[in-house]
């Protein structure tokens, strides 16, 4: 069992930068792939970024790319994801998510932190 608490959302305007953490329990950290989903108002969940176990192998959606960044510390159970450059359609709830091999789908959600870009 995994449990994930995310946090650093909040109110910032059209091109600032702000970096979301989510702090995972367990002992076995190391070992899930980890990822970052997000949800504007209205509209479906959508992946944003993805980092693998060991290789820290990383796969981010064209809308984020060059402006986002994920990155984890197996050693404290961290995922970060730096955002800068942040537009208004940034806007949503940030989720940070966990698969356990084979790394088919996702087993453990957070709820989330509220990110909010004004223009």
């Known amino acids: 069992q995994v449990t994930l608490l995310e946090s650093g959302g909040g109110l910032v305007q059209a091109g600032d930068s702000l970096r979301l953490s989510c702090a995972a329990s367990?002992?076995?950290?190391?070992?899930?792939?980890m990822a970052w989903f997000r949800q504007a108002p209205g509209k479906e969940r959508e992946f944003v970024a993805r980092?693998?176990?060991?290789?820290?192998?990383?796969l981010y959606a064209d809308s984020v790319k060059g402006r986002f960044a994920i990155s984890r510390d197996n050693a404290k159970n961290l995922l970060w994801l730096q955002m800068d450059n942040l537009k208004p359609e940034d806007t949503a709830v940030y989720y940070c998510?966990?698969?356990?091999?084979?790394?088919?789908?996702?087993?453990?959600w957070g709820h989330g932190t509220h990110v909010t870009v004004s223009s």
């Open positions: 998510a966990a698969s356990r091999p084979p790394w088919e789908r996702y087993d453990y």
């Open positions: 367990g002992r076995t950290f190391s070992g899930y792939a």
């Open positions: 980092i693998m176990t060991s290789t820290g192998s990383s």
